[in-house]
């Protein structure tokens, strides 16, 4: 079964504190893998695609890469305002769930 | 460009009471779906379509419906509600089911059943 666990459920900064976010999963084949911001009471919104491994993406402070196991979001110097739910998802060639989603690691960044 | 359009945003029912979750999206996607979000559960995939006239089962299809009569517009019914059922309730579309580039979530739907 497709499984795709995220750590930490949570994760405190301080505005300025580097830090990282572990997106691991368990797929056959994988055909992409997802990183989405949800806000409080919004949808997810899309952030990066990585498709093999090796393959790092950027954006702003965030920088996504890609392993054969693991995906990690690095957060560079975090502000406030990137405050959120940060969400991963693996897109799985089997069954009839297209986008399998991680649980999502909730991150604040305090002031 | 309004992009994905769910109503209502919020809704309590009763048990056993049926309603229809709208999702409406502008941008000619083939793709729709509905999730369901619950706290320690992840998104959850309900019902998806490939396009008008095709729909198909996701992960938790029990106790709900779908219909994709347009490619506007696809929703969400539920025919006898359950406390179960409480939960928020995002559609989400794409261009097609494999370019996830694409996908655009709608705000949600806070359903509370009592």
């Known amino acids: 079964e497709d499984q795709v666990t995220q750590s930490p459920e949570a994760l405190r900064l301080q505005e300025g504190e580097s830090s990282s976010l572990n997106c691991s999963y368990t797929v056959s084949g994988l055909r992409g893998l997802f990183w989405y911001r949800q806000d409080p009471g919004k949808g997810p919104e899309f952030l990066f695609t990585l498709y093999s491994a090796g393959e790092e993406k950027e954006k702003e402070r965030l920088k996504a890469t890609l392993t054969k196991k693991e995906s990690f979001l690095h957060i560079t110097a975090p502000k406030p305002e990137d405050s959120a739910t940060y969400l991963c998802a693996v897109l799985s060639p089997s069954g009839n769930t297209p986008l399998v989603f991680g649980k999502g690691t909730r991150l604040s960044v305090i002031a | 460009n309004a992009g994905v359009t769910q109503t209502p945003k919020f809704q309590v029912l009763k048990t056993g009471q049926s309603m229809t979750l709208q999702c409406a999206q502008d941008?000619?996607?083939?793709?729709m779906s509905w999730y369901r979000q619950d706290p320690g559960m992840g998104l959850r995939l309900i019902h998806y379509s490939v396009g008008a006239g095709i729909t198909d089962q996701g992960e938790v299809p029990n106790g709900y419906n779908v219909s994709r009569s347009t490619t506007e517009d696809f929703p969400l019914r539920l025919l006898s509600a359950a406390p179960s059922q409480t939960s928020v309730y995002f559609c989400?579309?794409?261009?097609?089911?494999?370019?996830?580039?694409?996908?655009?979530f709608g705000s949600g739907t806070r359903l509370t059943v009592v």
């Open positions: 941008m000619n996607h083939e793709y």
């Open positions: 989400a579309s794409s261009y097609n089911r494999q370019r996830f580039d694409g996908y655009t």
